[in-house]
């Protein structure tokens, strides 16, 4: 399984960030192509909204919710199919049209379909959704 949220401590709190590595090793795992050198994963499911422009700009801003995104219509309709065996420990799921909200007592978790070509950097190892494409409703 991933860790990258984990190994990072991407927040503070350890069991975010293992409901944020089991989302991104079960989609990864999922959808990874059997040559490792056309696996274009990072171009269809990166990490979005507050916590990625927190990341790419030091800040310092709380957040109450943690979102991915995808541009991918079948991975997004895949987790939302299956939000409930991928974050078994979540105490709720609400899909909606265009993203599906997994609720944890300690934090949610927003997976998000947009049709646009994502332009994503790095932070460590997670792909990040670039700063200037971020949509102001997953802030």
Known sequence: MDTFFAE??????DLCNVYC????ANVREHFKDDDPKED????HF????????????????PIRNVVFITDSREIFEYHQLNANAIS???TGVINFKNHTLINFNELFIEV????DVL??????QIPVQIISQIPEETL
């Open 46 to 61: 990166v990490l979005s909204g507050r916590l990625a422009l927190n990341l790419q700009t030091d800040e310092e801003e």
């Open 112 to 115: 998000w379909f947009f049709p």
């Open 88 to 90: 078994p420990s979540n």
């Open 8 to 13: 990072y401590r991407i927040i503070d709190n």
């Open 119 to 124: 332009s994503y950097g790095k932070y460590e």
């Open 40 to 43: 274009k994963l990072n171009d």
């Open 21 to 24: 590595d089991q989302i991104m």
